[in-house]
């Protein structure tokens, strides 16, 4: 248990719907991260929200549209997606972004998502 | 950031020790060296990190050599749960990216 949760932990979804994931941490931190680990693919960097506010978008495509209303929430809304977005959906947080070096990411379990 | 270089898997027996080797010969002065583990379709779990000396805490040591350009993980009594993907990452200063490569495939034989 590392203080991050996820829902839902498996989501199946056709092209055509709409979905959202959700991730809350339980630790205090003011940044939260999105990654895509697709099968035998290094993680990839998606989002990243220091104090609500997006700071990084890795040009992840408009179909993915993230949403942070306040440091202990996350949200990644999903629409018309490709089968090819099938992937494990990890969301993290660290006490602060990268201002000072070295902060620390713990990541929650993750989302197992399927496109049809 | 530097690159990291691992070996794809390693096998150890229940109660001894696992020593997973990393090299980031490009490291610099700035990087830290982070290790995290993997269980299958699990998120990423956080084990250890380090800049310059070791660091020990109930997990785990991580050795990092005097020039910095490798280090080692060091599992004192391993066990079952263990087994899993352990990757090795250098990051830089005011860097977001946690990045992720290959890692090494520990798997603990009873």
């Known amino acids: 248990e590392t203080g991050v949760t996820q829902t839902p932990r498996h989501l199946v979804m056709g092209m055509t719907n709409k979905k959202s994931l959700k991730c809350e941490q339980h630790?205090?931190?003011?940044?939260m991260y999105w990654y895509k680990q697709s099968a035998k693919k290094p993680l990839e960097l998606m989002f990243v929200?220091?104090?609500?506010?997006?700071?990084e978008n890795n040009s992840v495509p408009s179909r993915f549209s993230p949403e942070c209303p306040n440091s202990s929430h996350l949200f990644l809304h999903l629409h018309t997606l490709q089968p090819e977005d099938s992937a494990l959906y990890l969301c993290?947080?660290?006490?602060?972004?990268?201002?000072?070096?070295?902060?620390?990411?713990?990541f929650g379990p993750g989302t197992r998502l399927l496109v049809l | 950031d530097a690159k990291t270089t691992q070996p794809p898997s390693m096998d150890c027996a229940e109660g001894r020790a696992a020593n997973l080797p990393c090299n980031h010969s490009?490291?610099?002065?700035?990087?830290?060296v982070y290790w995290y583990r993997q269980i299958h379709s699990q998120g990423p779990q956080y084990i250890i990190h380090?800049?310059?000396n070791n660091e020990t805490n109930e997990m785990a040591s991580l050795i990092i050599t005097e020039d910095r350009k490798s280090s080692t993980l060091i599992l004192p009594h391993a066990t079952l749960r263990d087994t899993a993907v352990y990757y090795c990452?250098?990051?830089?200063?005011?860097?977001?990216?946690?990045?992720f490569g290959a890692g090494t495939r520990l798997t603990v034989k009873p």
């Open positions: 380090g800049l310059k």
């Open positions: 490009t490291i610099s002065g700035n990087e830290y």
């Open positions: 990452i250098v990051r830089g200063y005011n860097n977001n990216d946690m990045r």
């Open positions: 993290a947080s660290s006490q602060d972004g990268a201002r000072t070096g070295g902060e620390t990411q713990y």
């Open positions: 929200y220091n104090f609500k506010e997006q700071t």
């Open positions: 630790l205090g931190h003011n940044a």
